[in-house]
């Protein structure tokens, strides 16, 4: 692809990575050089947040030719190794955003990305209750307004023209199209789409509702994509961002 042409995006979520499922992806990735500029992880990528469920993950991942930015999800931290994870998914080239922002330069285009975990908490038709549930129910609720915050201020740090927000937990119902309606408001939250708007992203991606849909919309419109694999149903999507001459 030249320098006028789109830049192209891969993504996934949701490889829940472990041993019955070792390799299975990593032929699909290692083409991707010939398609895309690079790649986006939408978190879940462990099954049970292990060390060596990690391990495999990174086997997967290693040596491809391009730029990998990811965000953890929830499984991912199961184990109580998030942090190790990260550090693992750091050491084989990966950038993992936890409330921060990176910039990629593809092709002479400065692509920003914003990422967070996210949190549960609900829309307003389907809102959730904090004050019920498991501990761990209650601890994803609270972030999720807590990491809207933080998403939003990373967004509006950057000063690319083609602003990404990266979460994992969903900031829109239109994607949880599939799921049972009882579980909407423990799969996302009003407040991730709404820092979304806010800061004028581009784009929105998130994993986590396996049975959603893939496309859909913020409130304010901004274009967001579910791109869970059980959803996608391949290893991984591919979207294309139009650049500005500006932008190189």
């Known amino acids: 692809m030249g320098n006028r042409a789109p830049v192209r995006i891969a993504a996934t979520a949701d490889l829940h990575m472990r041993p019955a499922v070792a390799g299975k992806f990593r032929s ?8 895309a500029d690079l790649l986006l992880l939408a978190g879940d990528l ?34 109580g190794a998030g942090d190790v994870i990260a550090g693992m998914l750091t050491g084989i080239g990966v950038r993992v955003l936890d409330g921060e922002a990176t910039v990629c330069t593809v092709r002479g285009h400065r692509l920003g990305i914003a ?6 908490g609900g829309f307003p038709a389907y809102p959730g209750d ?7 129910h209650r601890m994803l609720m609270r972030r999720g307004a807590v990491d809207a915050r933080r998403l939003r201020a990373a ?10 927000a990266l979460t994992h937990f969903s900031p829109t119902v239109d994607t949880l199209a599939g799921e049972p309606i009882s579980i909407y408001p423990g799969l996302g939250c009003q407040a991730l789409g709404d820092a ?13 509702a396996h049975a959603g849909t893939e496309d859909g919309r913020t409130t304010g419109n901004i274009a967001v994509h ?19 001459a500006a932008s190189g």
Not at 47 to 54: K, W
Not at 115 to 120: K, P, Q
Not at 130 to 136: F, K, N
């Open 115 to 120: 990422g967070v975990m996210g949190g549960s």
């Open 130 to 136: 904090p004050d019920s549930g498991s501990e761990e």
């Open 46 to 79: 462990t099954d049970g947040g292990t060390v060596a469920e990690a391990e495999l993950l990174c086997a997967e991942l290693a040596g491809l030719a391009m730029p990998i930015v990811a965000v953890l999800g929830n499984h991912d931290h199961d184990a």
């Open 28 to 35: 699909d990735l290692l083409e991707l050089g010939n398609k």
């Open 196 to 208: 979304i708007d806010a800061a004028g992203a581009t784009l929105a991606l998130h994993g986590h």
């Open 226 to 244: 579910n791109v869970s694999y059980p959803v996608l149903r391949r290893t991984y999507a591919l979207y294309d961002l139009a650049t500005s």
């Open 155 to 164: 967004l509006e740090a950057l000063d690319t023209p083609t602003r990404i």
